[in-house]
Antibody, heavy 123, light 112 residues
C-alpha cells in the first residue's frame, strides 16, 4: 500500500523539543517532495514546511523559521521535523503530505497524506 | 485570517448543486498558480479532490468539478449526497507571503 505514517508527537512543555518522523512506503520516496501541514484543534489547515526530493531545498512558514528543521533520509524512506522552542500555538495535528513528481515547488499540491501525529504544547 | 477566503459554511439538500468559492489575490490565484481542493470528512484525513483548477484524481466522482477565473476559484458539487458532508479547503501558492503554500480557512458543507 502507498502510505505515509507519522510518529513522534506527544505532550511537551513550552520551550521544549520534539522530533516528528514520517515513514513512507509503497512508492519511490526519493523521487518526491514531502511537506508538513498542521491543523490546530477545531481549526483549518496550515502549511508548515517542505523539502525537495533530494533534500537540497527546504521551505518554512515564517512562524517556525529558526525553530523547526525539516530533513529526510532517503535511504530510510523517512522524513523528519525537528521542533525546538515549542510554543502553545504549535499545538496541532501534524500531517506529512506528498507532492506530485516533477513539479516545481510553486505548483505543489498534496496528493497523499498520512493520518497525522498530535503535538500538544502545554505546561 | 486566511490568505484565501472561503465561506465558513454552505448547505444543500440531497440531489442539489452547491458551490464553494475561494477568493485570493494577485499574488496567488491571480498570479496563475493552480488552485487545488481537498475534502476532509469528519474525523478524517484531507483528501485531494481537484488539482490544477479543474482536474480530478482517479477515483473522484465527476459530481465534483473545479473552475478558476481571475483571482477566484470555485468548487461545485452536483447531485449532493449525505456522504459529501465534510470540510472543504482550497490551496494555492503565494509568492509574497511568509507561508508559501496557502490554504483557505475551510468551508463546512452540511447536507440537509
Amino acid at each position: 500500500d502507498v502510505q505515509l505514517l507519522e510518529s513522534g508527537g506527544g505532550l511537551v512543555q513550552p520551550g521544549g523539543s520534539l522530533r516528528l518522523s514520517c515513514a513512507a512506503s509503497g512508492f519511490t520516496f526519493s523521487s518526491y517532495a514531502i511537506n508538513w501541514v498542521r491543523q490546530a484543534p477545531g481549526k483549518g489547515l496550515e502549511w508548515v514546511s517542505g523539502i525537495s526530493a533530494s533534500g537540497g531545498n527546504t521551505y518554512y512558514i515564517d512562524s517556525v523559521k529558526g525553530r523547526f528543521t525539516i530533513s529526510r533520509d532517503n535511504s530510510k524512506n523517512t522524513l523528519y521535523l525537528q521542533m525546538n522552542s515549542l510554543r502553545a500555538e504549535d499545538t496541532a495535528l501534524y500531517y506529512c503530505a506528498k507532492a506530485p513528481m516533477s513539479r516545481g515547488p510553486r505548483y505543489w499540491y498534496f496528493d497523499l497524506w498520512g493520518r497525522g501525529t498530535l503535538v500538544t504544547v502545554s505546561s | 485570517q486566511s490568505v484565501l477566503t472561503q465561506p465558513p459554511s454552505v448547505s444543500g439538500a440531497p440531489g442539489q448543486r452547491v458551490t464553494i468559492s475561494c477568493t485570493g489575490s494577485s499574488s496567488n490565484i491571480g498570479a496563475d498558480y493552480g488552485v487545488h481542493w481537498y475534502q476532509q470528512l469528519p474525523g478524517g484525513v484531507p483528501k485531494l479532490l481537484i488539482y490544477d483548477n479543474t482536474n480530478r484524481p482517479s477515483g473522484v466522482p465527476d459530481r465534483f468539478s473545479g473552475s478558476k477565473s481571475g483571482t477566484s476559484a470555485s468548487l461545485a458539487i452536483t447531485g449532493l449526497q449525505a456522504e459529501d458532508e465534510a470540510d472543504y479547503y482550497c490551496q494555492s501558492f503565494d509568492f509574497r507571503l511568509s507561508g508559501l503554500w496557502v490554504f483557505g480557512g475551510g468551508t463546512k458543507l452540511t447536507v440537509l
